[in-house]
């Protein structure tokens, strides 16, 4: 479905079930060049919950204005409360992956009681540091200004070769095809966007904020991604009601290269989730 958000039209789609039980929501935020084509998991999710997931601006079939204010943080979790007001959701869980991850720790920040418990799939509370924002800054308006110079596809072509998703070349050719495809349907302009209004650099830290993240949480990084498994590391030991799963042979995309995996984690979370009520 489309939901309309400040003229922006979002992509939203909603599993639909022929039963009347009544299914907590869990809202899906993918990462940069994502879309919610990437959950491929989510018919085997727990029974008790809702799964729901939203193209970010920029990205999948959700528009990707040129006017920058539209990318920033303050913009897009605005842009999530409201979509949930629209779905007459008081409170759900949120998923977020690696860029959705950030969003979906800064949407707990400021709306803690929308959220019921989070899932951060390597992720990140940002950078505190003013030299290092400033270096990524840079390095982030240089992809973007590339991204418009070479188009999607040869950027997608490199992108997933960088050292971070160094652990996708382990998998079947043919799998990295689709993942592909998939990212090639996003356009130039939303994702140099999303780099220049949303990316690490930019986008504030919320460092500070995590002793006050009173939910519960699951922490998720790959076994192969040691910059992010140090990060949730360290995550961990400040979140109050944390958990932290290593997921064995993945690198950062895990719902791509483990999803069978991962999925019994989630479960796991959600199970106990569904045992708290």
């Not at 998703?165 to 095809?177: N, T």
């Not at 592909?180 to 504030?204: A, E, H």
Request: hydrophobic share 40%; net charge positive; with cysteine.
């Amino acid at each position: 479905m489309k939901i309309i958000v400040n003229s922006i039209s979002y992509n939203v789609e909603i599993k639909s079930f022929s039963d009347n039980i009544k299914r907590t929501p869990i809202i899906f935020l993918h990462g940069f060049t994502g879309s919610s084509e990437d959950w491929t998991f989510l018919d085997k999710l727990h029974k008790n919950f809702l799964p729901i997931t939203i193209d970010l601006i920029g990205h999948g079939q959700t528009d990707s204005p040129k006017e920058l204010k539209h990318y920033s943080i303050e913009s897009i979790i605005a842009a999530l409360k409201v979509i949930m007001k629209k779905l007459n959701i008081d409170k759900a869980v949120i998923y977020g992956y690696s860029m959705g991850g950030r969003a979906a720790l800064a949407f707990a920040s400021k709306y803690p009681a929308l959220v019921k418990a989070l899932i951060l799939e390597s992720s990140t509370a940002g950078l505190s540091d003013p030299v290092e924002r400033g270096k990524r800054i840079f390095s982030d308006n240089l992809l973007a200004d590339r991204i418009d110079k070479i188009g999607v596809r040869t950027f997608i072509d490199d992108w997933i070769k960088i050292p971070l998703f160094e652990s996708l070349q382990l998998l079947d050719p043919e799998k990295i095809k689709v993942l592909k495809k998939q990212k090639y349907k996003n356009c130039s302009t939303g994702l140099s966007n999303s780099l220049r209004g949303f990316g690490t650099g930019i986008m504030p830290s919320y460092k500070g904020n995590l002793q006050n993240i009173s939910c519960q949480t699951l922490l998720l990084s790959g076994e192969l991604d040691s910059k992010f498994t140090a990060i949730n590391l360290e995550m961990n030991t400040v979140i109050k009601k944390s958990t932290h799963e290593i997921i064995s042979s993945a690198g950062h995309n895990i719902h791509f290269e483990k999803p069978d995996i991962l999925l019994q984690s989630i479960n796991k979370f959600l199970e106990s989730i569904s045992a708290s009520r």
